[in-house]
């Protein structure tokens, strides 16, 4: 996703081979049977689940015939995984979101906004994605809203994350069609007020991914301030060998979500495409 968010498109010249690679790979690791991308890491495999889905309805329509025929056999059943994932039962708080595995029966905000992505994604791209299981979704979200301190939590409306989330949940309900959601323009201004935080927060990187993507749905002054204090704050941390060493699992995951949260003035990945009006008077 990386690669596409710069503009490098599988087959071009450029990083073409590095993409159908990964494409291959990906569509290596899905279980034939019901579609699921999580076999290999099974305590958090809708993670993994999710953010492949997401990657190959991103990318499809830009392969070769023979990888394509191969994304629109996997894309559906992987849809319908997370569709019967969602309907799990769940309590009056976890309803219509997801969490580590397809049989969850509690949700977290983490979790549910990659799979509310993918499946947004896999709607744009033509899939069978049913308008309830996005409203259901975005239902979930605003549970995990506080209205008082305007930010979004892991789980319910207190607790864990508020400063990497809140950009989470903006994002989903502007891809959702929420657009200038009073929740959304509120939490904007949390994130105003917080962002300068994130190089000591927990899951920095993600919570970098998460408040560029959603602060620039918003666009203005808050998109505006946090745009040039991201590049300049770190752009510097970058080492030498082009990768940036957090806390957070592997330098090139640390580099791949920076990338996504640098390049999104780009606007190449059609998942994150903006309305061209938020910033006119």
Not at 57 to 69: F, I, N, Y
Request: hydrophobic fraction near 35%.
């Amino acid at each position: 996703m990386a690669f596409l968010a710069k503009g490098y498109t599988p087959g071009c010249e450029k990083y073409g081979e590095n993409i159908n690679r990964s494409i291959d790979y990906i569509l290596s690791c899905v279980n034939p049977t019901n579609g699921y991308f999580g076999v290999k890491l099974p305590n958090q495999g809708m993670y993994v689940h999710a953010i492949c889905t997401l990657f190959l309805t991103e990318v499809s329509g830009m392969v070769d015939p023979a990888r394509q025929a191969r994304i629109d056999e996997v894309v559906p059943n992987a849809v319908k995984l997370i569709l019967d994932a969602q309907n799990i039962g769940k309590d009056s708080r976890d309803r219509g979101g997801w969490r580590y595995t397809p049989t969850s029966r509690d949700s977290d905000m983490s979790c549910s906004g990659w799979v509310l992505m993918a499946l947004r994604s896999a709607r744009l791209n033509g899939g069978k994605v049913p308008g309830d299981a996005i409203e259901r979704a975005v239902a979930y979200v605003k549970r995990q809203y506080n209205e008082a301190e305007g930010s979004f939590h892991y789980q319910g409306t207190s607790g864990q994350y508020a400063l990497t989330l809140t950009g989470a949940g903006i994002l989903c309900l502007e891809l959702c069609g929420r657009h200038n959601d009073p929740a959304a323009i509120k939490a904007a201004r949390y994130l105003r007020s917080a962002f300068r935080r994130l190089p000591n927060e927990g899951n920095r990187c993600y919570g970098m991914y998460y408040t560029s993507q959603g602060l620039f749905q918003m666009g203005g002054e808050d998109w505006l301030q946090f745009e040039d204090w991201m590049y300049r704050t770190w752009i510097p941390r970058q080492r030498d060998d082009g990768s940036w060493t957090e806390e957070e699992d592997s330098p090139p995951y640390n580099t791949a979500m920076l990338v996504l949260a640098f390049s999104v003035p780009y606007r190449q990945l059609p998942i994150y495409q903006r309305d061209e009006t938020v910033d006119e008077d």
